[in-house]
C-alpha cells in the first residue's frame, strides 16, 4: 500500500476537513460500513494497516476494533475521481457492525467459495510468470500443452469413473483435480476463467 503519491491531491475542505470512507471487503466486495476520515486519521491507517476514522461523537481518532478487537486490515485504498471520497478495500476481523452484524448494512458476509478459484488462477499466473524451481505447476509449463492437456483428459476420465461409482468424496477430489489443470492449461494459453463466465454467459442469455 503506497498512498504516499496520492494523499496531497485529496480534498478534505468540501467537508470541512473530512472525506468519506467507504469500506469493502476485499474477498466477498461486500460494503462493510461508511465512515470519515481526516488527513491524520488517513495517515494513521496507512501507518497501522488497519482502518482509522475520526469519530465525530468522540472528536478523536478512532481504530475500527480498538474495543472489539474486530479491526479491518487495509489491503489497499482507492481515491475517487473527484478526489473527496475514498474506497478502501480490507479483511475484517469479525463482525464489523456494533450490533454485532457482518455489516453495517446487515447483509450476511460470507465468502462462498468461489471466489478462490479467481486467487487461485492468480497464483498460477504467477508460477507461469516466475517459474520457480521444484513446483508442479512449473513443470507442467515447462512440458507444455500436449502434457497440460493430457493431464485434463486423465482427470476428466477420474472424475466420471468417480460419478459413475457414486463415490462422492472421489468424485470431489477428482473434480479439483480437472478444475486445477483447465486453470492451468487457460494460463498457458493466455485466457483466463473470465473468459469462460463470458461465453456462458453469452450463451445464457
Known amino acids: ?32 460500513m461508511v465512515g470519515f476520515m481526516n488527513r491524520e486519521a488517513l495517515e494513521k491507517t496507512e501507518e497501522l494497516g488497519k482502518v482509522t476514522f475520526f469519530s465525530r461523537t468522540k472528536n478523536r481518532l478512532w481504530t475500527k476494533g480498538e474495543e472489539s478487537g474486530n479491526f479491518l486490515n487495509v489491503v489497499s485504498i482507492l481515491v475517487d475521481c473527484d478526489n473527496d471520497t475514498l474506497l478502501i478495500k480490507a479483511n475484517p476481523v469479525g463482525p464489523v457492525c456494533h450490533t454485532g452484524a457482518d455489516t453495517c448494512f446487515f447483509e450476511t458476509n460470507k465468502e462462498s467459495g468461489i471466489e478462490f478459484l479467481s486467487y487461485l ?85
Not at 18 to 25: E, K, S
Request: no cysteine; aromatic share 8%.
Open 1 to 32: 500500500m503506497n498512498l504516499y503519491s496520492e494523499i496531497e491531491k485529496i480534498d478534505f475542505n468540501k467537508l470541512n476537513g473530512l472525506v468519506p470512507a467507504v469500506i469493502q471487503d476485499n474477498s466477498t466486495q461486500k460494503v462493510l
Open 121 to 205: 488462477q492468480d497464483f498460477i499466473d504467477k508460477r507461469k510468470k516466475e517459474m520457480p524451481e521444484g513446483s508442479y505447476t512449473t513443470s507442467l509449463f515447462k512440458e507444455g500443452v500436449r502434457r497440460i492437456s493430457q493431464k485434463v483428459g486423465e482427470e476428466a476420465v477420474e472424475t466420471i469413473i468417480g460419478a459413475m461409482a457414486n463415490d462422492d468424496e472421489n468424485f470431489i477430489y477428482e473434480s479439483s483435480d480437472l478444475i486445477y489443470h483447465l486453470i492451468v492449461l487457460l494460463s498457458h494459453k493466455g485466457y483466463r476463467l473470465d473468459d469462460i463466465a463470458r461465453e456462458l454467459k453469452r450463451r445464457h442469455s
